[in-house]
């Protein structure tokens, strides 16, 4: 893991969003690829007809070219490498696009009032559509403490077994690990099994164990978050179908709105 793509808007959240890509970035003595989306509206057929689509996308435009400028002016200051790529359009495709050829991307948990689309949106798409992992921060994130304590919220889905395999290069880097079983009454690889894979590559967790059957799965996780006081959580981004998810809320996306520590997720 070594290229690390950061979403750059002009929005609440990229202070965020920027700060633990740097933390990140310097942790894996990576490269820092920005991609900076201009946001194209989507109107009433009669607006666009009357020219007012044209009036806000070129607003938009000047609004993320003033923003690259002072983003440019600190990351020159920094101590990564990084390179900047602007594009426009819807920004899901946007950064999926960028992510070729790119290890991991940055964006937000969530984020109210984002334009055009809340963000967790965003980020449910990319977990689930780029085959990439995907480091979701919540809006008040200022650093991302890589080699703090790591948390894996583990439940033996095959989703929870791609977010281990991927955050295998940062679990390395953390100074405690510990692996957090939430057992909901069917799991099929026990913790033990993840912690032995683990210390095949020199990482060696903390074995955690809790019940979800008196509770939803994602109160228990918080709860263990802040109980362990872990620095970062890693999970599995929506282990059942996005449709029962979105019906019914699912771990995922309570965790999204509810965590106040960065998420490593994958698919």
């Known amino acids: 893991m070594k290229n690390v793509l950061l979403l750059v808007h002009d929005d609440a959240g990229q202070e965020a969003r920027l700060q633990c890509a740097l933390d990140l970035t310097r942790a894996i003595d990576g490269h820092l690829a920005c991609i900076d989306v201009a946001i194209m509206p989507r109107f009433m057929d009669d607006y666009i007809s009357s020219g007012g689509e044209a009036l806000l ?3 938009e435009e000047a609004k993320e070219a003033r923003n690259r400028e002072r983003l440019e002016k600190r990351l020159a200051a920094e101590d990564v490498p990084w390179s900047w790529a602007d594009t426009s359009g819807l920004l899901s495709d946007g950064v999926r696009k960028a992510m070729r050829l790119n290890d991991i991307v940055v964006v937000n948990a969530h984020l109210d009032h984002f334009p055009g689309r809340e963000m967790a949106h965003v980020a449910g798409e990319l977990i689930v559509g780029s085959g990439k992992p995907v480091l979701a921060v919540p809006p008040q994130a200022r650093r991302f403490d890589v080699t703090g304590h790591a948390m894996i919220a583990w439940d033996g889905s095959p989703a929870a077994e791609a977010a281990l395999r991927a955050a295998v290069p940062l679990l390395a880097l953390a100074a405690n690990v ?19 894979y683990l210390s095949r590559h020199g990482i060696k967790p903390v074995i955690r164990r809790d019940s979800a059957l008196a509770d939803v799965a994602s109160t228990v996780i918080l709860a263990a978050t802040q109980s362990y006081r872990a620095d970062w959580l890693v999970m599995g981004g929506f282990g059942h179908s996005r449709l029962i998810e979105a019906a019914f809320g699912g771990v995922t996306r309570r965790l999204f709105h509810d965590a106040a520590i960065p998420l490593f997720l994958a698919h």
């Open 57 to 59: 996308i070129a607003d």
């Open 178 to 196: 510990t692996l957090f079983e939430v057992d909901d009454g069917s799991i099929k690889l026990p913790a033990e099994r993840a912690a032995e």
